[in-house]
């Protein structure tokens, strides 16, 4: 008999929150996390892993079957930048700077410089994207600052306070994706769930939201 907190050989994390009303299911490569409200019991939980295991599994099998991410820092490589592509170079510069389609790094920990190159030119479009969705669901008097992340386990939040963060790496999406994201924190403006409500919010915006929706969570990893 399957140990229903063992899926394909990976313990299932759970994560119980008192603010949580439903329970839900994230699957990341090699790793699983139940979501789940505090007064529902184990039993329930373990018939709810039970009998979403399949779904789980196949997320799994795909995870697997996808090569690893190659590192893009290598000089004459290519990266995604909101929509673009431009070519690495790395050199004796002191400071990562952009010329047309050429992306100048530093030799010496050349990650480090794509990263924070990445975060200051994303600050303005971000903020762009985020107001424009903002403005569309009549809720930029609540919009507080748009700031970049570098979470490692959300790619958007939404503050009480309206604050709202999106992750660097978004930059490397197709737009439709970072667009979805935005829009999914915009929203959080009016609803700071994901009640039918909310989701009404989105759809009204962007019907076609489940379709990114499913790229960042089979695609999420690849960025």
């Known amino acids: 008999m399957h140990d229903p907190w063992v899926i394909s050989g990976i313990p299932v ?3 119980r929150s008192a603010r949580r009303r439903t329970v839900g299911l994230q699957v990341r490569p090699g790793e699983v996390t139940l979501y789940a409200p505090v007064r529902i019991p184990d039993e329930r939980l373990q018939l709810f892993l039970v009998d979403r295991r399949g779904w789980v599994e196949g997320h799994l099998q795909r995870y697997a079957a996808q090569p690893p991410a190659r590192g893009p820092v290598t000089d004459g490589s290519a990266i995604r930048f909101l929509g673009e592509e431009l070519t690495l170079r790395l050199g ?3 400071r990562a700077r952009r010329e047309g389609e050429l992306l100048w790094l530093p030799d ?5 410089h794509l990263e ?4 200051r030119a994303a600050a303005g479009p971000y903020r762009a994207l985020v107001e424009e969705y903002a403005d569309m669901l009549g809720a930029r008097p609540r919009l507080g600052r748009v700031l970049v ?3 490692r386990t959300r790619w958007g939040s939404c503050t009480q306070g309206g604050d709202i963060r999106l992750h660097w790496k978004l930059t490397r999406a197709p737009l439709e994706v970072l667009r979805y994201v935005a829009l999914h924190e915009a929203a959080h403006l009016l609803e700071l769930n994901h009640s039918a409500r909310y989701w009404a919010h989105v759809a009204r915006v962007m019907p076609e939201y489940p379709t990114w929706r499913r790229w960042l969570r089979d695609q999420g990893q690849t960025l």
Do not use: H
């Not at 010496?108 to 480090?112: F, L, S, Y």
């Not at 924070?116 to 975060?119: D, E, M, N, Y």
């Open 13 to 15: 994390t759970l994560k």
């Open 92 to 94: 004796s510069t002191t």
């Open 108 to 112: 010496e920990d050349p990650e480090r």
């Open 116 to 119: 924070s190159w990445t975060r």
């Open 149 to 151: 992340s570098g979470a």
